[in-house]
DNA sequence: TAATTTACAAACAGTCTGGTCTGTTTTTTT
DNA sequence: AAAAAAACAGACCAGACTGTTTGTAAATTA
């Protein structure tokens, strides 16, 4: 019959648990329901979170959208970094970077993200930041993927590197037309012809 | 001081005067603002179409998108059909579809269309059937222009086509990294370097 | 020419959205 | 314990959107 008196949540807690119960559920929408779809409401009724509550955290819906493309990336990276550490090869490397782009969602909230960015400024430039840091630490991670050995580099762009953004933006090619046609295992088939010509280039 | 009293349009060019009208705003409001920015409203506006003559061509937005998605692939269709007939090889039919790619707007809307009909059913239909055929006519687009000889073609797939396929899908990764990042001879160079390795394979 | 159909015009109703505003509860500080 | 601040709750409003409806002008048909 004892309870306690003290406070059972800080308010760090209260606050990071809103935050987070509003950004998983936005991502969720997104993916579900599209990018325009995730209105507020829509996206307070999904979390279990009050308009007044929402409010406090993200004044404005831009804020929210452009905190979730920060969650976006920031999960994607370390989906990345937290992965194998040690990949042997390009084409290991490639066939990580297909399991991070089609085991979860957050790809295909990433392309909803970049199209609505294109047609709205404030947005594109949280994006364009966050896709070129992204994107660097992919060809960094390619580089060193398939050239185990060579712990230094000098140059800022090897054919390597380009073959790894190209990749990148073969699967987010691929990712568009998933959303439509939903055959992956043919993706999967032409994947790996061109992981396949890849090799024997690197 | 002669006028005609028989009357100065049909109703078929009438209708069809107000029907390109409202398609062709459709599209370019698509590119500049948006796939869900494109409201009747603003459509009419910009057309200089009334809201009434609007709700009797289109009775519905989603008439009106759909009937936009269909016009999207008729003209590249067209593009890619009234264009150099005669291509000598793969690399040739790859700079042909660079250039159908980034010469008009077409691609972005088509890309638009894709992430919207993603989350809509109906669209979807739509957009998924148009989708495969004109991946088809592509296909063997490419396998003619990569065998100029070879008239009669047996197998449904073959490598050539699967590469064709891997590139528009390729091309449209490049569409979408270009509506945030705006630097196309970056992405042209790499478009390059991706036509070299898969044309030595083909 | 008269009747009918097609094309166009514009107002209206109902819904949804985002931002604001006022008030309440919970935690922290004094 | 009292005061202050942070977190939360929910009503409200002005604007935008889609679809409908009623009415008018132009073209076609009888």
């Given at each position: 019959?004892?309870?306690?008196?003290?406070?059972?949540?800080?308010?760090?807690?209260?606050?990071?648990?809103?935050?987070?119960?509003?950004?998983?559920?936005?991502?969720?929408?997104?993916?579900?329901?599209?990018?325009?779809?995730?209105?507020?409401?829509?996206?307070?009724?999904?979390?279990?979170?009050?308009?007044?509550?929402?409010?406090?955290?993200f004044p404005t819906r831009?804020?929210?959208?452009?905190?979730?493309?920060?969650?976006?990336?920031?999960?994607?990276?370390?989906?990345?970094?937290?992965?194998?550490?040690?990949?042997?090869?390009?084409?290991?490397?490639?066939?990580?970077?297909?399991?991070?782009?089609?085991?979860?969602?957050?790809?295909?909230?990433?392309?909803?993200?970049?199209?609505?960015?294109?047609?709205?400024?404030?947005?594109?430039?949280?994006?364009?930041?966050?896709?070129?840091?992204?994107?660097?630490?992919?060809?960094?991670?390619?580089?060193?993927?398939?050239?185990?050995?060579?712990?230094?580099?000098?140059?800022?762009?090897?054919?390597?590197?380009?073959?790894?953004?190209?990749?990148?933006?073969?699967?987010?090619?691929?990712?568009?037309?998933?959303?439509?046609?939903?055959?992956?295992?043919?993706?999967?088939?032409?994947?790996?012809?061109?992981?396949?010509?890849?090799?024997?280039?690197?």
């Open positions: 019959m004892e309870f306690a008196k003290k406070p059972r949540q800080s308010q760090q807690e209260r606050s990071a648990l809103t935050r987070n119960k509003l950004l998983n559920s936005t991502l969720q929408i997104i993916d579900a329901e599209g990018w325009h779809r995730a209105s507020m409401q829509r996206i307070c009724e999904h979390a279990g979170v009050s308009r007044g509550a929402q409010t406090h955290h831009e804020s929210l959208l452009i905190a979730s493309v920060r969650e976006i990336v920031k999960r994607y990276q370390s989906d990345l970094t937290e992965g194998p550490i040690r990949l042997q090869n390009l084409e290991a490397f490639f066939d990580f970077l297909w399991d991070a782009t089609f085991n979860d969602n957050l790809l295909i909230c990433w392309v909803e993200a970049m199209v609505a960015a294109r047609t709205d400024a404030s947005l594109k430039r949280v994006v364009a930041d966050t896709d070129a840091s992204s994107m660097t630490a992919m060809r960094a991670l390619g580089a060193e993927a398939s050239q185990p050995n060579g712990p230094v580099r000098i140059r800022g762009t090897s054919q390597v590197e380009d073959l790894v953004e190209l990749t990148v933006c073969l699967l987010r090619g691929l990712v568009l037309q998933q959303g439509v046609h939903h055959d992956l295992s043919e993706k999967r088939r032409l994947f790996e012809l061109w992981t396949r010509i890849v090799a024997e280039v690197a």
